[in-house]
Nanobody, 119 residues
Framework: QVQLVESGGGLVQAGGSLGLSCAASGSTFSIDSFGWYRQAPGKQRELVAVIRRGGRTNYADAVEGRFTISRDNAKNTVYLQMNSLKPEDTAVYYC?????????????WGQGTQVTVSS
């Protein structure tokens, strides 16, 4: 089992910055990737950024160049630095940990943290 606890959400004006943290505990040694997802009201949850074992990262087109995902292995913490925020970035942000399996991957989720960007 893996437990994830997010922190760092809040209210910010458009153009501002916020940083999110996700502290992981439990069987993190077997996790293949950590990611940040978000869900806006009335919309499906979507992938924002992912960092894989070895450090390779991928971003959604909507945040490429503005958001940065990183990981501190010593602290078992994953970060999402969000710059040049836009009102459309408003959503609940969730941390995810994925363990790849042969048939069905294991997915673990944090409780979510609200990010609100005012125009």
């Amino acid at each position: 089992q893996v437990q994830l606890v997010e922190s760092g959400g809040g209210l910010v004006q458009a153009g501002g910055s916020l940083g999110l943290s996700c502290a992981a505990s439990g069987s993190t040694f077997s996790i293949d990737s950590f990611g940040w997802y978000r869900q806006a009201p009335g919309k499906q949850r979507e992938l924002v950024a992912v960092i894989r074992r070895g450090g390779r990262t991928n971003y959604a087109d909507a945040v490429e160049g503005r958001f940065t995902i990183s990981r501190d292995n010593a602290k078992n913490t994953v970060y999402l630095q969000m710059n040049s925020l836009k009102p459309e970035d408003t959503a609940v942000y969730y941390c995810n940990a994925k363990r790849i399996r042969a048939i069905l991957d294991d997915n673990y989720w944090g409780q979510g943290t609200q990010v609100t960007v005012s125009s």
